[in-house]
C-alpha cells in the first residue's frame, strides 16, 4: 500500500507564504508525476500544480497560481513541495496530494493514482 501524507497548512494573513510537503511511503517501483490540487467549499476539485520527472522536468501551474506558486519535487525522498507566496483570500482550500506511480505487484508493473488526506490552508486577515 502506498500512503501521501501533506503537511504545511494553517492559516496565514494575505500576501503571506506557506509552504506545503508531501511525502510518499510504502511499495513503490517508481513515481511519474506528483502534483497539487485544491477544494474550496462548494466548488469542484481543481488543478493547483504538477511536476514530472524522467527525461526532463515538465511542471503546469494553474493560471491563477502562476508567478506565485512554485512546485519542486525531491526524488530521493519521494516529496514535493509547494512554496505559497503573495498568498490571497480565494487560495483558501483544502489542498491534496497526488501521486501517479508504479507498483510491482505479483511482478508485474502497475499503474496507479493516489491522493493524501488533504492539508486545509486558509488566507484570511
Known amino acids: 500500500q502506498v500512503q501521501l501524507v501533506e503537511s504545511g497548512g494553517g492559516l496565514v494573513q494575505p500576501g503571506g507564504s506557506l509552504r506545503l510537503s508531501c511525502a510518499a511511503s510504502g511499495s513503490i517501483f517508481s513515481i511519474n508525476a506528483m502534483g497539487w490540487y485544491r477544494q474550496a467549499p462548494g466548488k469542484q476539485r481543481e488543478l493547483v500544480a504538477t511536476?514530472?520527472?524522467?527525461?526532463?522536468?515538465?511542471?503546469t501551474y494553474a493560471d491563477s497560481v502562476k508567478g506565485r506558486f512554485t512546485i519542486s519535487r525531491d526524488n530521493a525522498k519521494n516529496t514535493v513541495y509547494l512554496q505559497m507566496n503573495s498568498l490571497k483570500p480565494e487560495d483558501t482550500a483544502v489542498y491534496y496530494c497526488n501521486a501517479d506511480l508504479i507498483q510491482i505487484v505479483a511482478g508485474t508493473r502497475k499503474f496507479r493514482n493516489y491522493w493524501g488526506q488533504g492539508t486545509q490552508v486558509t488566507v484570511s486577515s
Open positions: 511536476i514530472t520527472s524522467g527525461g526532463s522536468t515538465t511542471y
